[in-house]
């Protein structure tokens, strides 16, 4: 019903803050939580506060960002699909499910990217997404795409013994 009623990815956030914890218990190095401050603003409760380490290191370091998403889960991809298809939310530009940069935990949207271009480039973020303006990947981190699927995984298989994803 979220599809059709919804603009918030905010109604999966427990259960994608718990594919961030089983990540980081598989790969302990993937993803570094951060907070707002120190120039970096959430613009909802729905922006999963965790990027690569360099990638969150530079962010900081770029001042007055204002994000409307950074890592990003499959269960919040998923959503932003199913919108982007029905010409919901203004969505302009939405990858699969699985193939999206915010899932390698090297990407963010940024409100305020007119404004934050300049400062972005000097700090290792790339604008080039085509048809997605707010879009910006730090390319020198390491993609960690597909960690999220896995997680998944492993807590749908650890919840749901009779009925295992293969």
Known sequence: SFITSSCSTS???GLSNQIASEISCTSPSSLTRFAPGSGITF????????????????????GNVQLNSAFRTVAQQFLIVE?????????TAAAAPGRSNHE????????????????????????DAPGDPVHFDHLSST????????????????????????
């Open 11 to 13: 109604v999966v956030v």
């Open 43 to 62: 613009n909802s409760n729905s922006v999963l506060p965790f990027l690569a380490a360099n990638a969150k290191t530079d962010l900081q370091k770029v």
């Open 83 to 91: 919108w982007f298809n029905r010409g919901r939310c203004g969505i």
């Open 104 to 127: 390698s935990g090297r990407a963010v949207d940024v409100q305020n990217f007119s404004a934050r271009v300049s400062a972005m480039a000097s700090h290792g973020w790339s604008h």
């Open 143 to 166: 993609d960690i795409r597909g960690k999220d699927v896995l997680a998944f995984q492993r807590l749908w298989n650890r919840n749901h013994a009779s009925d295992k994803i293969a």
